[in-house]
Structure formats: structure tokens, C-alpha cells
């Protein structure tokens, strides 16, 4: 049996992982409000928050530790097992939320949740690098992506209305359960890497592999797999320095939103859970859409002749412009409809640059080292939420959120300067390149 387009079949079920992981873990967000009467009825508001917080910081811990370990794991295993493991772990930590009694129990099950989702990322960068042309890699990783902006748009009305039917306990235990029947037609579908796959096509085998163009032939006609460094060699370069700062400084941005959108709107707007569901979905439209147009706009202008280091740079130094005022603007949305719609623009801005920086670790390296540095640069990036997050509570006390906001301008700034600066030319790398070398890279392309 032969499929065609199976990688396109492949990373429409990585999507689909996305947006399981997404309303997985916004569970506990959207029934917070609800959880938070139930077990603490005599704590404040701004002590629940507090509470909120630092469970969300575990959680975003655990998350920057999975990167780290998955990245490896991913390229010890392969993506098939890599993901197998990944999708069956945290499905069945979602379940084990039903049991939680307190902050020490929540930490625990978001703790072994936060470590298994991360490897949803680094293993959709290296299945990315594995299934995907350069060309391509853009629009592939913008529809994996959108996978998460579908998430937040699904799991917060689907949260609330079974919250109508059933207790958040029962809710928990239902959303796992959905994780591991993913596991059956992923199973069935990614047998193997394109190179090997039985059902795929020689024409679309050909077409991924002569597009890779980390992959080139060696003197002896072999297969060269391009650039795999050492861990230690890879860190000594500066672009994977431009990547893994880059991560860590957009990243929170995405977190603000995602953990705090529906306490934003209960303690502003004084939203009751039902109510969150009809406004926090919006938000997430504007990702949805963001992550199509970064992967359409990359690929458009990889097919008009544009290089790879001037696609990926208009396209990530377009989304954060996007989101710089929107940021700002922030500070006094007024009317919660308002409030809304400028989270979407804020989104749209995120997503537009993060496909295209997650995918500079495919840009410079061969495919024994995607995982590596996709999985320090998404650590990186979970550092740097958990920062946020930890100071959320003091930063918004009393309901103020300007502060949050402004610093998310900033971060947006970082993100885009340390592309420009570190990053002179995006494009495979090799052992032999120096600062020198790079230069001269860079004065050829611009030529």
C-alpha cells in the first residue's frame, strides 16, 4: 500500500497531538476558578492567585526540564517511539488531576505532565527536519503550530460546557483518556522515517530528500547528513545562542496568555467559568491564523528566490512588531470584547515568528542534533515563562496587569534583536566555519 502526500498525512496528526496537549493542560486553567471555591473557599483572591502561580510554575519547570530530556530522547528513539512515550505519559497524568486534593498533589501531576508535553515540540521540530524540504518546513511547522492555537480555541468553550455536566474531576479523566486514542493511528500511519516508509511514494521519498539542504553527498557519494556537532561544539556556536535566546525571550509572551487569559478575565471582567468560555476562545483565532500566514509568508518567499536567512528574518521581525504596540495597548483595553481581540492581535504576532524560529534548529544543523537544540532552546524558552509566571501575582496585584504587558513589549524586542545579532546568516552550518567565515556568508547573501 502507498499513500501520497504522507508527510503531509504525518504532520497533520503532530497537529493534532497539539491540540490535545493544549486542551490538556488548559484544564486546570479554564476550571481554576471553580477548583480554587472548592478546595480553598477561605483563601482571597489574591491568594488564590498565588496558589495558581506557583503550581503553573512547576508545571513550567517540569516543562523546561522535559525539553531537555525529550530533545535527547527524540533523538535517541526516533520520533515514532519519541512521541509514543511523550502523548501516552501525559495523558495519563491529565487522568491523575481527578485525585488531586491540594497544591502539593496538583504540583506532582503537573509536574509529570509539564515533563511529557514538552517532548510534543522538540519532537515536532525533528519529525519537521525528518518529513519536510527546507522549503516547506516553514508552512509544516506553521500548521503543527496552529495545533495549539486550535487547542485554545476548543478546550476553553469544551471546558466550560462539560463543566455544565460534569464535576472538573470527571473532566480531568475524560480529556486524558482522549491522548491515548491518539496513540492508535499514529501507531499505525509513521512506521518509519521517509527514507524507509513502506507506503510512501518514490516520487515524494525523492522530492523530501533531494529538498533537505542540510543533506549533501560526500566524496565517496554517500549520504551526508550534515552538520551533527557535539552538544559542547553545538553550544560553542553563536546561532544556536541566537536560537535558544530567542526562545526564551518570545516564549513567555505566549505563557502570559495562555495561563493567565481566563484569571485576566475573572478578576477584571469578574467572569464566572461559563462566561470565560464565550470570551478566552478569541484570543485564539488570532494564534490560529498567525501560524498560517508565518508559514505561508516564509514559503512564498522561499519560492520567489528569497534566501532562507531573509525569509526567516522578515517573518520573525514582522511578528514581533506586530505585537510591540499591541503589547502597550494592553495596558487599557476598556471593554472586554476590546480586550479580546487585542489578545488575538498579540497572537497573531507570536505566531507569525515562532514557526519560523522554531525551525533555525533544522536550518543550521543535520538531523542528529534538531532534537538537541530544539529541546535547549524550548528549556530555555520555559525558563524564561516561569519567570514571568512567578512574578504575575505580585507584578498584577490588586488587578493591575500593566506591568506584565510592558514587559512582554521588551521581551519581544530581545527576541528580534538577538536574531539580527547573533544569527548573521541563516543557513546550514559546518565544522570548519568560523566568525570569519560567517561574515563572509553574510556579505554573499546580501550580494
Known amino acids: 500500500m502507498q499513500l501520497r502526500n504522507l508527510r503531509w498525512w504525518v504532520i497533520a496528526l503532530i497537529a493534532l497531538a497539539t491540540v490535545i496537549n493544549y486542551i490538556d493542560r488548559q484544564s486546570l486553567n479554564v476550571l481554576w476558578p471553580e477548583i480554587a471555591v472548592d478546595l480553598y473557599p477561605d483563601k482571597t483572591t489574591d491568594e488564590r492567585k498565588e496558589i495558581y502561580a506557583f503550581i503553573s510554575v512547576v508545571f513550567v519547570f517540569s516543562y523546561a526540564f522535559g525539553q531537555a530530556i525529550f530533545g535527547r530522547i527524540f533523538d535517541w528513539v526516533g520520533t515514532r517511539l519519541g512521541f509514543v512515550l511523550s502523548i501516552g505519559i501525559w495523558s495519563i497524568a491529565t487522568?491523575?488531576?481527578?485525585?488531586?486534593?491540594?497544591?502539593?498533589?496538583?504540583?506532582?501531576?503537573?509536574?509529570?505532565?509539564?515533563?511529557?508535553?514538552?517532548?510534543?515540540?522538540?519532537?515536532?521540530?525533528?519529525?519537521?527536519?525528518?518529513?519536510?524540504?527546507?522549503?516547506?518546513?516553514?508552512?509544516?511547522?506553521?500548521?503543527?503550530?496552529?495545533?495549539?492555537?486550535?487547542?485554545?480555541?476548543?478546550?476553553?468553550?469544551?471546558?466550560?460546557?462539560?463543566?455544565?455536566?460534569?464535576?472538573?474531576?470527571?473532566?480531568?479523566?475524560l480529556v486524558g483518556l482522549v491522548g491515548l486514542l491518539w496513540l492508535i493511528p499514529w501507531v499505525i500511519l509513521v512506521k518509519a522515517p521517509p527514507k524507509t516508509h513502506p507506503w510512501?511514494?518514490?516520487?515524494?521519498?525523492?522530492?523530501?530528500?533531494?529538498?533537505?539542504?542540510?543533506?549533501?553527498?560526500?566524496?565517496?557519494?554517500?549520504?551526508?547528513?550534515?552538520?551533527?556537532?557535539?552538544?559542547?561544539?553545538?553550544?560553542?556556536?553563536?546561532?544556536?545562542?541566537?536560537v535558544i535566546i530567542a526562545s526564551a525571550a518570545i516564549d513567555p509572551i505566549w505563557w502570559l496568555f495562555v495561563f493567565w487569559i481566563p484569571i485576566y478575565l475573572s478578576e477584571v471582567y469578574a467572569m464566572d467559568v461559563k462566561t470565560i468560555g464565550i470570551y478566552g476562545w478569541v484570543p485564539y483565532i488570532g494564534a490560529m491564523l498567525g501560524a498560517w500566514f508565518g508559514g505561508l509568508l516564509a514559503q512564498n518567499l522561499l519560492k520567489i528566490g528569497w534566501s532562507v536567512d531573509r525569509a526567516r528574518k522578515l517573518t520573525i521581525t514582522l511578528g514581533c512588531l506586530i505585537m510591540l504596540p499591541t503589547l502597550i495597548a494592553m495596558a487599557n483595553p476598556g471593554e472586554p470584547v476590546i480586550a479580546v481581540i487585542l489578545m488575538a492581535v498579540i497572537l497573531f504576532g507570536f505566531q507569525t515568528a515562532i514557526g519560523n524560529v522554531q525551525t533555525l534548529p533544522s536550518d543550521f544543523y543535520g538531523g542528529d542534533t534538531v532534537g538537541t537544540l530544539a529541546g535547549f532552546a524550548g528549556m530555555a524558552a520555559k525558563l524564561g515563562a516561569a519567570a514571568l509566571t512567578s512574578l504575575v501575582p505580585w507584578l498584577t496585584a490588586g488587578g493591575n496587569y500593566t506591568p506584565a504587558f510592558v514587559i512582554g513589549a521588551s521581551l519581544a524586542v530581545t527576541a528580534m534583536a538577538s536574531i539580527w545579532i547573533l544569527c548573521p546568516n541563516i543557513g546550514p552550518l559546518s565544522p570548519k566555519q568560523s566568525s570569519r567565515d560567517d561574515e563572509q556568508s553574510k556579505n554573499t547573501a546580501t550580494s
Do not use: C
Not at 151 to 168: H, N, Q, T
Not at 202 to 210: G, M, N, P, S
Open 200 to 242: 510512501i511514494t518514490a516520487e515524494e521519498r525523492e522530492y523530501i530528500l533531494t529538498g533537505q539542504k542540510n543533506v549533501s553527498v560526500d566524496e565517496k557519494g554517500n549520504a551526508d547528513e550534515g552538520y551533527n556537532p557535539s552538544t559542547k561544539e553545538m553550544l560553542s556556536r553563536k546561532q544556536s545562542w541566537g
Open 95 to 173: 487522568a491523575l488531576h481527578a485525585f488531586a486534593r491540594g497544591i502539593i498533589t496538583f504540583s506532582i501531576f503537573r509536574a509529570i505532565l509539564g515533563i511529557a508535553e514538552a517532548g510534543n515540540w522538540p519532537g515536532a521540530t525533528k519529525g519537521n527536519a525528518e518529513w519536510f524540504p527546507t522549503k516547506e518546513r516553514a508552512l509544516a511547522q506553521g500548521i503543527f503550530n496552529s495545533g495549539a492555537a486550535i487547542g485554545g480555541i476548543i478546550s476553553i468553550p469544551l471546558i466550560a460546557f462539560l463543566s455544565v455536566y460534569f464535576s472538573w474531576k470527571a473532566i480531568f479523566v
